[in-house]
């Protein structure tokens, strides 16, 4: 089946993470646009409340993106469901707060796991389907990745890693027909960030975020960025596009970063150990719904 430029109609596409913010909202743009939708992911209640506004055109599956089995279930029924899988959306992700030297251990390999090999995993699992339809694979990445904020260490490493992989993807299957396209959205009003924001040490380290770098969009911002995106298969997709200005000097962020942090990370570094103490690292380190699901 051709794919032709600038449309989706009676294309499938497999979003995981698709239980709410981004996943949800990306699920009901495309379904709008005459595609059809496969939700995945741990959230399985939250996921059929999506189908069920999505309608006929949408079905939910639960899988784990960190399980090959689970994924490879999820990804066969779905191709026997809709007849085959021509985009793929690699969108499950959560996010920690917590200094490296801090914090819970298990939470923070736990977003490395989720948020990158999560992503490899779904591809590699997905490819052949998406092959035979030449189609397309689209990762999110994050602004994260192209300025290394204190206190992500893990969720900064491991989107860098998304783009780093996807890079390298793109170049792998490209004689295949398959294009492979990675986003970087900033900060969007979703649960995982309204979670972090509440945090009571890492939600005033963000706050104190200077200009854009700390500014939250609406979500709707990060929808219409990604539904013009794989409408036409892009390689990069930047949300909003000053994030992609920021590439172009990404070697000078690092220590424009330390600077800042000078003045700002010592009192919130005593104040982490503090939280840790009061409430334990695990609670103190865990955002999001979606970060406790994968946490459990």
């Not at 379904?31 to 059929?48: R, S």
């Not at 939470?107 to 989720?114: L, P, S, T």
């Not at 009003?189 to 890492?202: E, I, R």
Request: overall charge positive.
């Amino acid at each position: 089946m051709a794919f032709l430029s600038g449309s989706v109609k009676n294309k499938v596409v497999l979003i995981t993470g698709a239980a709410r913010g981004i996943g949800a909202g990306l699920a009901e743009r495309l379904a709008a646009d005459g595609a059809k939708v496969a939700l995945v992911g741990l959230e399985a209640d939250e996921q059929q409340k999506v189908a069920d506004r999505i309608g006929p055109a949408a079905k939910a599956w639960e899988a784990d993106v960190t399980s090959w089995e689970a994924l490879e279930t999820a990804t066969d029924e779905v191709a026997e469901h809709f007849g085959g899988i021509d985009i793929v959306i690699a969108n499950a992700g959560i996010a920690t707060t917590g200094f490296v030297r801090s914090v819970d251990p298990a939470a923070f390999e736990k977003v490395i796991e989720v948020d990158l090999l999560g992503v490899w995993r779904t591809f590699r699992v997905a490819l052949p389907h998406v092959i035979e339809r030449k189609g397309y694979l689209l990762a999110i990445s994050s602004l994260a990745a192209i300025t290394h904020a204190p206190g992500m260490a893990n969720y900064s490493a491991a989107k860098a890693g998304v783009e780093a992989f996807c890079n390298s993807l793109r170049a792998e299957v490209a004689h295949l027909g398959v294009k492979v396209g990675v986003a970087h959205p900033t900060w969007i009003k979703t649960d995982l960030v309204d979670s972090a924001d509440t945090h009571p040490v890492f939600g005033r380290l963000r706050s104190g975020m200077p200009g854009l770098l700390g500014k939250t969009y609406p979500l709707g911002v990060a929808l219409d960025c990604l539904e013009a995106g794989v409408k036409r298969r892009a390689r990069t997709i930047h949300v909003p596009r000053w994030v992609g200005a920021l590439k172009l000097i990404r070697s000078f962020l690092p220590p424009i970063v330390e600077l800042g942090a000078r003045s700002r990370v010592p009192a919130a570094d005593r104040a982490a150990l503090e939280d840790i103490a009061a409430r334990g690292a695990r609670e103190s380190a865990v955002t999001g719904h979606g970060g406790r699901a994968a946490t459990r």
